[in-house]
């Protein structure tokens, strides 16, 4: 059973209420409506099944990947071939795509402080880290010249951190310290976790809740989270799925399932 107590629901039928991790599909795929002819970057599986029902919905002409070199002409279930090709993109032209902003990722984050810095490099001090990530990789270059929303399956103190180890992902007070040639393009649109959606849509940049998941509390964001959030009068709810949306999601583009690994019931 899910979090909203039922199961998804694969085939024909009518669809059940949207499981937490139907509903973070849809609150990704939120984050590319009416993007336009840019290329979506999503990593994780919930991110790619949200910029695959993007595609197919709201954001028609929006660029997606086979996740190596070629442009999808197609939107096939996650991990198939694409029955169709549109284009060719070698690594050059990608890095071009990104230095000019017509590029949107959705990363994931070890940790994310309250100005929108990220960390995906090491847990600790940098000199002696008590873990090795992945790298800063191409988070820098990802948040200071393209947007650049986050993804982040379990919303807790481990990750929603006062200060991170150390600053992969470029955050809104760093890159206003940098000067305009960090904030030309640097854009943080939206964080996305299994418990709401937040934004820095505040005069000092700094995290806001924007909605909370169906059933989730506000008490339960707050006490996950290692930092004061901005927190509106009224919080929405996040948009819950549609009919049509689930049966894309169920049985077009994840009909294996694989979305409720990543964010289980």
């Known amino acids: 059973m899910s979090a909203e107590g039922t199961t998804a629901v694969r085939g ?8 937490r991790a139907e509903q973070c599909v849809v609150a990704c795929a939120e984050v590319w409506r009416d ?22 919905t709201f954001a028609p002409d929006l660029l997606l990947t086979d996740g190596e070199a070629l442009l999808m002409g197609d939107v096939p279930a996650v991990g198939e071939r694409p029955g169709a090709v549109e284009g060719w993109l070698p690594f ?5 795509l990104t230095a000019t902003g017509r590029r949107h990722v959705m990363m994931g ?30 988070a820098p270059v990802n948040t200071l010249n393209n947007p650049t929303s986050y993804w982040v399956p379990r919303h807790s103190k481990r990750v929603f951190v006062a200060r ?3 600053v992969s992902g470029v955050g809104y007070d760093r890159a206003a310290a940098a000067g305009p040639s960090a904030t030309r393009y640097h854009r943080v649109p939206e964080v996305v976790s299994d418990l709401g959606v937040f934004d820095f849509e ?20 707050t006490e996950a989270t290692g930092f004061p ?4 009068d009224e919080v929405p709810e996040t948009r819950r799925p ?13 009909p294996k399932g694989l979305r409720e690994r990543e964010v289980p019931a």
């Not at 050059?92 to 071009?96: E, G, K, M, S, W």
């Not at 505040?202 to 964001?221: C, N, Y």
């Not at 959030?229 to 509106?232: K, T």
């Open 35 to 56: 993007a336009g002819e840019v290329l979506a970057s999503p990593m994780g599986t919930v991110p790619t099944i949200g910029a695959r029902l993007a595609r197919l």
């Open 164 to 166: 991170v180890d150390m």
């Open 109 to 138: 984050a070890s940790q994310l402080d309250r100005h929108g810095n990220q960390n995906i490099s090491c847990i600790g001090p940098w000199e002696r880290p008590t873990r090795q990530l992945l790298g800063a990789r191409g």
């Open 12 to 19: 024909g039928g009518r669809p059940g209420r949207a499981t």
């Open 229 to 232: 959030l901005v927190v509106p």
């Open 92 to 96: 050059r032209q990608h890095l071009a």
């Open 202 to 221: 505040t005069p000092d940049r700094t995290m806001r809740l924007r909605s909370l998941h169906p059933g989730v509390t506000l008490d339960e964001v």
């Open 242 to 254: 549609t009919e049509a949306e689930l049966r894309l999601v169920r049985e077009v583009i994840d």
